[in-house]
């Protein structure tokens, strides 16, 4: 078996359980390549001897499986070093929420151990893809999102207004300080925090969220992954925030944004008796409720 290990390095717990991970594959004697950005972080690195690859460029198909150590925001970031490669990505909880990084940092021993007997299923998850009208808009190769395009302003606390085209009809104009457009991924993220619906990863789905709409009619609309959305712009200053995921850029004012569901997907490794509803239960608390 053949690993790739991510992580962020300015976190202690993050160094200790990748050293953690690192030993139990050591044990078992399976060929693993940290990030080499993350390796650097760890304390005399250049005496660690361990193998490295150097971001999207040296990955390939040969790996396995592909760890990230940190929290939902690790695994995100991990999203843009495997792109189109299909390698599947299991997330080691280090953080606090973990929609995404599932693996209680206590369980690494038992996430290998499954992983080695195969005793996990592979889900799939769409992504966005992005485009502008305006040539100046380069998003370069990192285009997608797995969890959410966000279009806000920027530089002035009005409102913007986002005139919004689905396959081409036109839905509705957005009066509000911007407009979310989520994957079912993402329904737990930005998205829900804006009163967005939780979406099951499977439904196949991407929301319409709008960040303080200036209406109170306006509501999140759930549409089918499917459909092609243009948004059209318009800004009492010069620029507006395009968020792909937790990278920022920003934008012309009266650009037109194209979004469609990706022409690739995420693979990710879900373990043993690890549901989303089990996910849902724990990182929301939802059994918390003195009646049950």
């Not at 509501?219 to 959305?229: A, G, H, Y």
């Not at 373990?271 to 918390?288: A, P, V």
Request: hydrophobic share 35%; charged share 25%; aromatic share 10%.
């Amino acid at each position: 078996m053949k690993v790739g290990i991510y992580g962020q390095t300015n976190n202690e717990t993050t160094i200790k359980y990748t050293e953690y991970l690192i030993e139990i594959l050591q044990d078992r004697k399976i060929d693993f390549f940290l990030e080499n950005n993350f390796c650097e972080g760890f304390e005399d690195a250049s005496g660690t001897g361990y193998p490295i690859f150097d971001g999207y460029e040296g990955l390939d198909k040969s790996f396995d499986v592909f760890f990230t150590v940190g929290g939902d925001g690790t695994f995100l970031r991990s999203v843009t070093l495997v792109r189109d490669l299909e390698i599947p990505i299991i997330g080691i909880n280090t953080g606090r929420l973990g929609f995404l990084a599932t693996v209680p940092k206590e369980n690494i021993s038992v996430a290998v151990e499954q992983i080695c007997k195969k005793e996990f299923r592979i889900g799939k998850r769409s992504l966005l893809s992005v485009s502008s009208s305006d040539e100046n808009d380069d998003f370069g190769a990192l285009n997608f999102a797995l969890n959410e395009v966000s279009v806000s302003r920027k530089n002035t606390a009005s409102m913007i207004k986002v005139d919004t085209y689905l396959d081409k009809e036109f839905l509705t104009t957005y009066w509000s300080d911007g407009l979310i457009v989520s994957t079912a991924t993402g329904s737990t993220g930005y998205s829900m925090s804006c009163g967005g619906p939780i979406i099951s990863p499977n439904s196949k789905s991407l929301v319409l969220t709008p960040i303080a709409p200036h209406s109170l009619a306006v509501r999140p609309l759930v549409i089918p992954e499917q459909t092609k959305i243009e948004l059209n712009i318009d800004s009492r200053v010069d620029e507006v925030l395009l968020t792909l995921d937790s990278r920022m850029y920003t934008i012309g004012n009266k650009s037109r944004v194209f979004i469609e569901r990706s022409k690739f997907s995420i693979r990710t490794i879900h373990l043993k008796n690890q549901t989303f509803i089990k996910t849902l239960r724990e990182k929301l608390l939802w059994g918390e409720d003195k009646r049950n």
